[in-house]
């Protein structure tokens, strides 16, 4: 005998209490499960932003090999008239001048070393715009760099904030464009003033697989593509490394979150996950940053 079409309604249907009971499985489980997703998705970009400076690593090796063994420089903020851009300037990054007079927006893809990955150098160079949309632009970015934290040089920087997450160890570069040779101002200096010389040539670097050529920066202290190591200046970023604690201080105590790690890419091409304190030590300046150690 069918039952009548309201009791069969009544037969399906849920209580209130059932489907609050429901409601709040479903939320443990979200709470559970999230997480677990976030510390996936952040060794996936950890990951991924190893394979970026080991790519970047390896490219500079390449073009070492084009250029008689010379090394690209660092490509610091410019300036102004006294320390102008210069053609073989690592990576071409000013894209959002104040000062286009002194500071000129430039292409991004006349960097020297981003041939050696695939891209082709435009016969006409225009100023482009950051776009990680781009995959010759992404391997210039960590994918856990939301890049709000870089600071936005004013005044005698003109050049604009720097978009990517990767500098050039300021000891790993040529550049004669100063009077004594190699010895621009931006170099990093010993405790008594003196500028630290520099590689020049990749081929003088001693115990190349121990030496830090490139190194993803501390978000707060990173403002152009070349980084000082020596007393905190530029730190490496530890962004990967659940342990570390935020705030990080960057820019106050170098060794802060020094046991936590980050990624480097050595001069012989290869990368590593290392600890801050192998690139930041304020009690001494270490041989992993020096060249002829």
Not at 70 to 91: C, F, K, Q, V
Not at 134 to 161: F, K, M, N, V, Y
Request: with cysteine; aromatic share 8%.
């Amino acid at each position: 005998m069918r039952q009548p079409a309201d009791a069969r309604s009544q037969s399906r249907a849920f209580t209130l209490v059932e489907l609050l009971v429901v409601i709040g499985i479903i939320a443990v489980l979200i709470g559970v499960l999230l997480p677990t997703l976030g510390r996936a998705r952040e060794s996936a970009n950890r990951t991924q932003c190893l394979s970026n400076i080991r790519q970047l690593g390896l490219s500079f090796v390449m073009y070492c090999n084009d250029n008689q063994g010379w090394l690209p420089r660092a490509a610091p903020y410019s300036g102004g008239t006294g320390r102008p851009e210069r053609d073989e300037d690592w990576i071409w990054w000013q894209q959002a001048s104040t000062n286009l007079a002194n500071a000129p927006n430039r292409d991004i893809f006349g960097s020297p070393v981003l041939r050696y990955l695939g891209t082709r150098t435009p016969r006409t160079l225009t100023p482009t715009k950051t776009d990680y949309g781009d995959p010759r632009q992404a391997i210039l970015r960590c994918p856990s760099d939301t890049i709000q934290g870089h600071p936005t040089a004013t005044g005698s920087e003109p050049d604009g904030p720097y978009n990517y997450s990767y500098v050039l160890n300021n000891l790993m570069q040529s550049d004669g464009s100063t009077t004594p040779p190699n010895r621009p101002t931006y170099v990093p200096k010993d405790s008594s003033g003196n500028p630290l010389p520099l590689a020049t040539k990749l081929s003088k670097v001693r115990k190349a697989s121990t030496k830090v050529l490139l190194f993803e920066e501390d978000a707060p202290t990173i403002d152009d593509g070349g980084g000082n190591p020596i007393s905190g200046a530029n730190l490496l970023s530890v962004r990967h490394d659940k342990t570390a604690k935020l705030p990080d201080k960057s820019g106050v105590n170098p060794l802060y979150n020094g046991n936590c790690k980050g990624n480097v890419a050595f001069c012989d091409g290869h990368a590593e996950y290392v600890p801050r304190s192998l690139v930041n030590d304020p009690k001494k300046i270490n041989a992993a940053i020096l060249p002829f150690y």
